[in-house]
């Protein structure tokens, strides 16, 4: 049996998906949990988050989650519900079919955030209400 791989490439979604989560790697990932820890105890409510070494995720509705430089904006594709999409480029292959390919790499951890560069998956089934205490452990951290 050959590997048949497609490359996954990225191009400007004609309409925009609804905003429903942030992505952000690297210094970016810091900055977010930075602005994520200023917000008041009412907007940090309304908001869920996973973070690993390197990235951070927080979910929500538009209205509440932080807007700033450096990170990727995901919504919901109706094609591929499961994952968590940039808001503002689609990719080369159909919704659905990243969506096929990326259930067999990340089974039950849906929905699945894919941040296009660097390129990475993040389950946020896992995502939970936002602790301060942690987020303050997380940022001592990096």
């Known amino acids: 049996m050959t590997d048949a ?5 990225w191009t400007p979604r004609h309409r925009p998906l ?11 990932a810091k900055a977010l949990a930075r602005r994520v820890a200023a917000l008041d105890d009412d907007a940090m409510r309304s908001l869920t988050a996973v973070a690993g070494d390197d990235v ?5 509705e538009s209205s509440t989650l932080p807007w ?4 990727t904006y995901l919504g919901r594709d109706d094609a591929a ?3 968590l999409l940039p808001t503002a480029v ?7 079919v990243l969506a096929a390919a990326v ?22 089934g896992a995502a939970r ?4 205490g942690r987020l303050a452990a997380w940022l001592e951290a990096r």
């Open 129 to 132: 209400a936002i602790d301060r």
């Open 103 to 124: 259930r067999k790499l990340v089974p039950r951890m849906a929905p699945v955030a894919v941040q296009p560069s660097p390129a990475r998956l993040i389950p946020c």
């Open 18 to 28: 609804s905003v429903r989560a942030v992505i952000a790697s690297g210094a970016a």
């Open 81 to 83: 519900p499961d994952l």
């Open 5 to 9: 791989r497609i490359p996954l490439r």
């Open 90 to 96: 689609a990719p080369t292959i159909p919704a659905a």
């Open 56 to 60: 951070f995720v927080v979910l929500g």
């Open 68 to 71: 700033i430089d450096g990170v």
